[in-house]
Nanobody, 122 residues
Framework: QVQLVESGGGLVQPGGSLQLSCAAS????????MAWYRQAPGKQRELVAS???????NYADSVKGRFTISKDNAKNTVYLQMNSLKPEDTAVYYC????????????????WGQGTQVTVSS
């Protein structure tokens, strides 16, 4: 079965950093687009960042310049490096795997992780 397992969440002060990891199994990782979504209490889930099989990346405007998505195909793992964290970044962060067909990425994809809590507070 497909599994996406997030880790790395926690409590951090404003301005601090965290790195999230998502380890995937049960899919051909290298041909999937991977994405990070987040959902804060009372808000809709939103796309934070994505990376395609060709390593193209996209970011939400709210995190540009602060977050970096990367992946390691050999480890079947996608990362989200989060710097200069703000209280408004507080959310549950979810890993997602989606199809990329003929150069087009369909997000959100079929598979979700269980989520990891990120809390930014002083």
């Amino acid at each position: 079965q497909v599994q996406l397992v997030e880790s790395g969440g926690g409590l951090v002060q404003p301005g601090g950093s965290l790195q999230l990891s998502c380890a995937a199994s049960g899919i051909i990782f290298s041909i999937y687009s991977m994405a990070w979504y987040r959902q804060a209490p009372g808000k809709q889930r939103e796309l934070v960042a994505s990376v395609t099989p060709g390593y193209s990346t996209n970011y939400a405007d709210s995190v540009k310049g602060r977050f970096t998505i990367s992946k390691d195909n050999a480890k079947n793992t996608v990362y989200l490096q989060m710097n200069s964290l703000k209280p408004e970044d507080t959310a549950v962060y979810y890993c997602n795997a989606g199809r990329t067909v003929s150069g087009r990425t369909y997000l959100p994809g079929d598979y979700w992780g269980q989520g990891t809590q990120v809390t930014v507070s002083s």
